[in-house]
Nanobody, 117 residues
Framework: QVQLVESGGGLVQPGGSLRLSCAAS????????VGWYRQAPGKQRELVAT?????????DSVKGRFAISKDNANNTVYLVYLQMIGLKPEDTAVYYC?????????WGQGTQVTVSS
């Protein structure tokens, strides 16, 4: 089992920046892919970014503005970050952290990001 807890969401003006954090605990040694997804009101959940051991992938809508990173040096907590710059109103959504371990996929509870003036 893996538990994921996101933090760092909030209200930001267009053009602003936020950094989301996700703390993964539990059976973290088997994690092979982490990612961020988002879900806007009335829309399906969509991929924002994923990160395997060496390769990052991004949705076209966030390329050049968002960056995913990880810190798994600690044996008890696996940290995943999403640095967001140049935020736009269309980035408004609940952002979810995701971890994949073998055939299992784990999700956090989500953190709200609102981009508005």
């Amino acid at each position: 089992q893996v538990q994921l807890v996101e933090s760092g969401g909030g209200l930001v003006q267009p053009g602003g920046s936020l950094r989301l954090s996700c703390a993964a605990s539990g059976s973290i040694f088997g994690i092979n892919t982490v990612g961020w997804y988002r879900q806007a009101p009335g829309k399906q959940r969509e991929l924002v970014a994923t990160l395997t051991r060496y390769i990052a992938n991004y949705a076209d809508s966030v390329k050049g503005r968002f960056a995913i990173s990880k810190d798994n040096a600690n044996n008890t907590v696996y940290l995943v970050y999403l640095q967001m710059i140049g935020l736009k109103p269309e980035d408004t959504a609940v952002y979810y952290c995701n971890a994949v371990m073998g055939s299992f996929t784990y999700w956090g509870q989500g953190t709200q990001v609102t981009v508005s003036s």
